[in-house]
């Protein structure tokens, strides 16, 4: 199957901007960058709109959604827009019992650690996920040639957090899972690599310009690990968009092991976090692979002098690699300042890319 013909990536919106040129292997006119975690707390104009509202209720909300994507794009000038919603959304949708509790994050009414439990798990039907769809057009509608990057979590996260019920520091739920029970958590890990792999989809087929997974709790995992229990499911996530050919990202935190294997299950770019330096990263993957990353988070309060010299270093570490995007190596850390991100992104525009 093909994208439709009034696809951004079909009509010539984002066909040749400097991301999906810089995906897809090609030199940019101007170095793309964006934040993961760009749309959110950081910025004053997401805390007004966001004012006593419930944060899957604002994800659901096709509208407000929308508004939360395009508030950074507007106000640092990025060169993407990183659609609003959490890793739990496709839970939500398929009729799992979970909420975002502030303070704590994602938690579940009832978690999922046996095979009856996973047997009980309902199925996240196309029809759920028209709210998605609708929020993902009205901002491509909005954004223009600025490409849209759709996203969804990566299985072994979303099946983490679906065992432990809640946000856990060393996720031993999961692994013990692995080893004790691995038929019921290979159940688990497929339903939700159907999951993850539905609700991209539906994202690019309504206009996202490229996909990434994200693995927040990957790097918990040796590679051995990595590769039998997690990577066949973020394989078949991927299996499920590689038809449209759009370029594809996957990231992890704590994954400077994993990168190769990440790759492998049929990523384009692979994005790698603030552990380890970019030249690495490539050397790693035998310079072969796109990169995105990796500015520290910590640095954005630092003096101006010491972040500026960190993004020139993480731009000349990312020239080793056959293209680079500029982000971060995690997310947006809430109490930014906005003026920071914004002249982080000047920065970068003003020094001229590299043909890696």
């Not at 901007?17 to 934040?35: A, H, M, Q």
């Not at 759009?246 to 704590?254: D, E, I, N, R, Y």
């Amino acid at each position: 199957m093909t994208l439709s013909a009034s696809h951004p990536l079909m009509d010539g919106r984002t066909s040749s901007s400097d991301l999906i040129t810089t995906y897809r292997g090609g030199v940019p006119n101007r170095r793309p960058v964006w934040f993961m975690r760009q749309a959110g707390r950081s910025l004053p104009e997401y805390r007004k709109l966001r004012e006593g509202g419930n944060m899957l209720d604002s994800c659901l909300n096709p509208e407000m959604a929308s508004e939360i994507t395009l508030q950074p794009v507007r106000r640092h000038g990025v060169d993407a827009g990183i659609f609003f919603s959490d890793i739990v959304i496709p839970l939500k949708l398929a009729g799992v019992g979970v909420d975002i509790v502030p303070g704590v994050g994602p938690v579940l009414d009832e978690p999922v650690r046996t095979a009856a439990d996973v047997a009980r798990l309902p199925e996240l039907t196309d029809a759920s996920l028209d709210p998605i769809r609708e929020a993902v057009a009205l901002t491509v509608a909005e954004l223009g040639s600025t490409p849209l990057v759709g996203f969804a979590g990566a299985p072994f996260t979303v099946a983490a957090y679906m065992v432990e019920g809640k946000p856990s520091r060393d996720h031993l739920g999961p692994r013990r899972m692995m080893h004790n029970d691995p038929d019921t958590w290979n159940a688990l890990a497929e339903w939700a690599a159907e999951a993850s792999g539905a609700f991209l989809r539906a994202q690019l087929e309504a206009g996202a310009s490229a996909g990434q997974l994200f693995d927040s709790w990957a790097g918990s995992l040796s590679l051995a690990d990595y590769e039998q229990f997690a990577a066949p499911a973020s394989t078949l996530a991927f299996s499920r968009v590689k038809d449209l050919g759009v370029p594809l990202v996957h990231f992890g935190t704590g994954t400077g092991e994993l990168l190769t294997a990440m790759r492998d299950c049929g990523a384009d770019v692979v994005g790698v976090d603030y552990r380890l330096e970019l030249a690495e990263a490539n050397r790693r993957l035998g310079g072969q692979s796109v990169l995105q990353g990796n500015i520290d988070p910590a640095l954005l309060t630092a003096p101006w002098e010491v972040l500026e010299a960190h993004v020139r270093d993480v731009l000349a570490s990312g020239a080793h690699a056959p293209g680079h995007v500029v982000n971060l190596g995690h997310g947006v850390p809430p109490d930014t300042e906005p003026e920071v991100l914004t002249r982080v992104v000047e920065l970068i525009h003003s020094i001229p890319p590299t043909a890696g």
